[in-house]
């Protein structure tokens, strides 16, 4: 009954860390397809979708957010968008509180998105926040200018993310010398730091129980 037991426990749990993951993804996907769906509520009823198709067919906000937020990337490419944007912008910049929200929020959304040499390209491992302690942080290049001449030496701008919440974190200027260039990925690190440490690098998901992978026989 004991090697039952443990038979049953193993394969449970086997179950869970594949079931939990998929269930929550399949969650988040329907929740952000509900939420995008209310986009289509500033439809008139008598052009809406569901009366044209005469059914609801779920996705179709996410296919109107999608096209909306196309037409707007290519209205801002020409001159009449870019001065839209721009007087839109200078409204902003008026307003106190408005536009250090918006200040933070577009450039967070240009680091994201833009494939630019603002970038993290580098993970790198540190002394933080003390000595004999390292922390895993990402490489924006190195500082330059007045930062490095007032430091005497090479320095780099690192960011060094929480957990389980990596947009937040601490901004260090760490000595060249003091710093680890690893070979892992961005992609590899976040796993890394989301986890708190469970996803190892290369990893597609937490190590499983030993154990579940080799149920003992009955």
Excluded at 91 to 114: H, M, S
Excluded at 178 to 192: C, G, N, W, Y
């Amino acid at each position: 009954m004991s090697r039952l037991r443990i038979w049953i426990k193993n394969y449970l749990l086997t179950g869970l860390i594949v079931l939990v993951p998929v269930s929550i993804t399949i969650y988040i996907i329907q929740a952000l397809i509900g939420v995008m769906d209310e986009f289509l509520s500033v439809i008139p009823r008598r052009y809406h979708p569901d009366t044209l198709l005469g059914f609801h067919l779920p996705g179709l906000g996410l296919v109107l957010l999608i096209l909306i937020t196309f037409i707007a990337g290519v209205l801002t490419h020409n001159y009449a968008g870019k001065k839209m944007v721009a007087l839109w912008e200078a409204l902003v910049r008026r307003i106190p509180v408005v536009r250090n929200i918006y200040q933070a929020l577009k450039q967070f959304t240009e680091a994201i998105f833009l494939n630019s040499g603002g970038h993290f390209k580098q993970v790198v491992l540190l002394e933080f926040p003390r000595k004999g302690v390292f922390s895993v942080g990402f490489s924006a290049g190195p500082a330059g200018g007045e930062l490095e001449q007032r430091a005497g030496e090479p320095i780099w701008h690192i960011f060094i993310p929480c957990t389980p919440n990596p947009t937040t974190g601490y901004y260090v200027l760490a000595p060249e010398k003091d710093l680890l260039f690893l070979r892992m990925s961005v992609e590899e690190a976040f796993k890394l730091i989301i986890s708190g440490g469970l996803i190892a690098p290369g990893a597609d998901s937490p190590p499983p129980f030993r154990s579940a992978l080799r149920p003992p026989s009955i």
